[in-house]
């Protein structure tokens, strides 16, 4: 199952990064969406998969023994997901204004905005 999920994670860095070198501003955009699902997933896999172990310690206990699962990658994923999903609406607000005004989403024809009022 690591081995799935390496090889996804892998697969969403390369769709990532070429969606990043588009000229296209909707495209870079979606390019680092995915790539920011590619990290949360790396992120979730440094934690390690464990089945069915919370992270609970005993009453009799001070420490956790045994295999668990690791809670502070999860609670890292889940703010980055609410990071990302901060930075994607900004984005698409701002798409949004930048076409509206230049007609464009490309991102060359948008450096040339000397003849723009």
């Known amino acids: 199952m690591e081995i799935l999920l390496a090889i996804m994670t892998g697969i969403l860095y390369a769709a990532g990064i070429y969606l990043i070198l588009r000229r296209s501003l909707v495209k870079l955009i979606i390019g680092i969406v ?3 699902n590619g990290v ?3 992120i979730f896999l440094m934690g390690g998969l464990v089945k069915g172990q919370p992270p ?3 009453k009799d206990s ?3 023994e045994g295999i668990f699962a690791d809670p502070v990658p999860q609670a ?5 997901i609410v990071i990302s999903f901060g ?3 900004f984005a698409i607000v701002l798409i949004k204004r ?7 989403d490309d991102i060359d024809a948008m450096n040339k905005t000397d ?3």
């Not at 890292?76 to 980055?80: D, E, G, K, N």
């Not at 930048?98 to 464009?104: E, I, W």
Request: glycine share 4%; no cysteine.
């Open 115 to 117: 003849d723009i009022e």
């Open 87 to 89: 930075l994607q609406s």
């Open 56 to 58: 609970i310690i005993p």
């Open 34 to 36: 995915v790539l920011g």
């Open 76 to 80: 890292l994923i889940l703010t980055a």
């Open 98 to 104: 930048a076409y509206k005004v230049l007609q464009t």
């Open 40 to 42: 949360n997933l790396l």
């Open 62 to 64: 001070h420490h956790i």
